[in-house]
């Protein structure tokens, strides 16, 4: 079983300033995929950053990076110089290394602030 | 970039009747696709997956005799509410696997509302 843990209902940033958004996960799974998922007021899901937990080196994805750090179960995203486009939720993910089982945290609120 | 299309985006029924939703992967097969339900300002949670050709996993507390599912073939998924009540207005997400199994792709989702 896999449960994500998103402790920040909602966050506000300054546009070009960096935000950091945490997330917990708790898996007992040895291989798996962590995500960070958007979602505009569309609703559209949209793939952020992608980290396979067998690689140690932190994902990165232009502005939006992670801090995996496996031992705490520990996730999080930074977002350096936000954009107002930045504005959405934002869901922390967990699935099983073959895809199944995707299971979501409750979503942080990200607010960029112009 | 693969598209996964969801049909209708929005649909209004009335109580009591049924409602289908698909879910089209547009451009690679699926052999797995997933159905999520998401209430307003809260998260998704994984109702069901269904693979292609078997019968869809039900995650627990959901009604596998309210919310059919069918994967009829590797490009479509549906998800047909039963009897709808005005409980089951939502907004509905599907996403799918792509064969390699590497990528998962999200619909635009479909909001139902049961009046």
């Known amino acids: 079983a896999q449960t994500v843990t998103q402790s920040q209902p909602e966050m506000s940033v300054q546009e070009a300033e960096t935000v950091t958004l945490s997330c917990t996960y708790d898996?007992?799974?040895?291989?798996?995929?962590l995500f960070w998922y958007k979602q505009p007021p569309s609703r559209q899901m949209i793939l952020v950053i992608r980290q396979e937990a067998y690689k140690q080196q932190n994902a990165t994805e232009n502005r939006f990076s992670v801090n995996f750090q496996k031992a705490a179960k520990s996730f999080s995203l930074k977002i350096s110089d936000s954009q107002l486009g930045d504005t959405a939720m934002y869901f922390c993910a967990s699935a099983t290394y073959n895809n199944n089982d995707m299971r979501f945290g409750a979503g942080t609120r990200l607010t960029v602030k112009p | 970039g693969a598209v996964v299309s969801q049909h209708p985006s929005w649909v209004i029924c009335k109580s009591g009747t049924s409602v289908k939703i698909e879910c089209r992967s547009l451009?690679?097969?699926?052999?797995?696709m997933f159905w999520y339900r998401q209430f307003p300002k809260q998260s998704l949670m994984l109702m069901a997956t269904?693979?292609?050709?078997?019968?869809?996993?039900?995650e627990q507390g959901v009604e596998k005799d309210k919310f059919l599912i069918n994967h009829a073939s590797l490009t479509l998924s549906t998800l047909t509410v039963t009897s709808a009540h005005p409980e089951d207005s939502s907004f509905y997400i599907c996403?799918?696997?792509?064969?390699?199994?590497?990528?998962?792709?999200f619909g635009e989702g479909s909001w139902l509302t049961v009046v």
């Open positions: 269904s693979n292609e050709g078997s019968k869809a996993t039900y």
């Open positions: 898996t007992s799974e040895s291989n798996y995929y």
């Open positions: 451009d690679f097969q699926a052999t797995t």
């Open positions: 996403s799918a696997q792509s064969h390699s199994g590497n990528t998962i792709y």
